[in-house]
């Protein structure tokens, strides 16, 4: 199984960034999904996940500003992040949203500055 995420960089605050998790070694379909995120110092926390059924949900933070999808087909998801902010500045990672967790991929670092 792998986790392949991409779409990171450097940006200014108020951009929009999308990043993308290929799923590889799984059949997609099976598995509600989430995007995390860890910051420098902080714990690894979910922001973003989609189940199966499609039906997402947010974390406050990233409410109204994030949208997480999937195509099961490409075995993708993806997490387009709009107005970015300084404090969404960590590295991003997907995995399944359920406490049995796939092995970790690399993520992909999103550095935001103000």
């Known amino acids: 199984v792998q986790l392949q995420a991409s779409g990171g960089g450097f940006v200014q605050a108020g951009v929009s960034l999308r990043l993308s998790c290929v799923v590889s070694?799984?059949?997609?379909?099976?598995?509600?999904m989430g995007w995390y995120r860890q910051a420098p110092g902080k714990q690894r926390e979910l922001v973003a996940g989609?189940?199966?059924?499609?039906?997402?949900n947010y974390a406050d933070s990233v409410k109204d500003r994030f949208t997480i999808s999937r195509d099961n087909a490409k075995k993708t998801v993806n997490l387009q992040m709009n107005r970015l902010k300084p404090e969404d500045t960590a590295v991003y990672y997907c995995?399944?949203?359920?406490?049995?967790?796939?092995?970790w991929g690399q993520g992909t670092l999103v550095t935001v500055s103000s």
């Open positions: 989609i189940s199966r059924d499609g039906s997402t």
């Open positions: 070694g799984i059949n997609l379909n099976n598995y509600d």
């Open positions: 995995n399944r949203k359920s406490i049995v967790k796939l092995l």
